[in-house]
């Protein structure tokens, strides 16, 4: 059973930066594709960014691109988000998971971007 944390979450003003973590346990997620999501209130959650298993190939939703950097850690089961330029259209709990997404969902990490 794997086990998703993420953290590094929190209130930002527009234009500011955070960088989140996941980290897996009970599988390595250096074996799967693996994705940033976030929620917003009231929407569907929504894929923002995924990283292939090399880590030389990435995708990101048009909204966040040449913003959010996706990248894998030196441990094993880590996925960070760098996350800059942050605008209130931002604002979500942040969740990560294998791309697609099979495994049960992590608590997610909220950002609040205030304007």
């Known amino acids: 059973q794997v086990q998703l944390v993420e953290s590094g979450g929190g209130l930002v003003q527009a234009g500011g930066s955070l960088r989140l973590s996941c980290a897996a346990s009970?599988?390595?997620?250096?074996?799967?594709?693996m994705g940033w999501f976030r929620q917003a209130p009231g929407k569907e959650r929504e894929l923002v960014a995924v990283i292939n298993v090399s880590g030389g190939s990435t995708y990101y939703t048009d909204s966040v691109k040449g913003r959010f950097t996706i990248s894998r850690g030196n441990a094993k089961n880590t996925v960070y988000l760098q996350m800059n330029s942050l605008k209130p259209e931002d604002t979500a709990v942040y969740y990560c998971?294998?791309?697609?997404?099979?495994?049960?969902w992590g608590q997610g990490t909220q950002v609040t971007v205030s304007s």
């Open positions: 998971n294998r791309n697609p997404a099979t495994w049960d």
């Open positions: 009970g599988r390595t997620s250096s074996s799967y594709p």
